[in-house]
């Protein structure tokens, strides 16, 4: 499941590293499975949400990706739908969902609309589906991970920035 790269043709680094790391410390740190669990598939939901929580959530964003000429935004988005939903079934429920996302088995346990049901809980990640070859950014949604004096002028310049935000609000209000 894990790779440092987008996976298909001309294929470029995917910087998602840190995730790994994540789970390394998770498990050094022996955290519980159900948290484990939560915070991958749902971190960044969680009451305010840590920078790892939300850094957890990557799990979500494991799939393949491209930018092939060609490539069609919304069907790479909803690929990554549908690997998400397979990923978890595997991972979490032990079940492979591969069947099921295109008809009825008799004997398996999830039908083919449960698997859309289910689906659906993955559809709400705003991503665009492709990544940018030229410019190498980030496909949407991308996390800036600071790191030691990096993440210090990172805070500072948020308090400059908020702090000329307030100046300008009350100058605005004093005008009217």
């Known amino acids: 499941r894990y ?99 295109c008809h009825d088995h008799k004997f398996d346990p999830i039908t083919q609309a449960e698997f859309y049901q289910l689906s659906d809980y993955f559809s709400d990640v705003d991503e665009f589906g492709l990544y940018a070859h030229f410019t190498m950014a980030q496909p949407t949604p991308a996390m800036l991970l600071y790191q030691g004096e990096q993440r210090m002028a990172h805070e500072q310049a948020m308090d400059e920035v908020a702090r000329a935000e307030q100046r300008y609000q009350q100058v605005v209000a004093e005008a009217r």
């Open 3 to 101: 790779a440092d790269t987008y996976g298909y043709q001309s294929d470029v680094p995917m910087e998602v590293w840190p995730w790994r790391d994540w789970v390394i410390q998770a498990f050094n740190n022996n955290m519980p499975y159900d948290q484990f669990v939560t915070e991958q598939l749902a971190g960044d939901l969680l009451p305010n949400a840590t920078q790892d929580q939300r850094l957890a959530t990557t799990f979500n964003r494991l799939h393949r990706q491209t930018n092939e000429g060609g490539s069609i935004p919304e069907e790479f988005r909803l690929s990554g739908i549908a690997d998400r939903t397979t990923t978890f079934g595997t991972a979490f429920l032990g079940l492979t969902l591969e069947c099921c996302r």
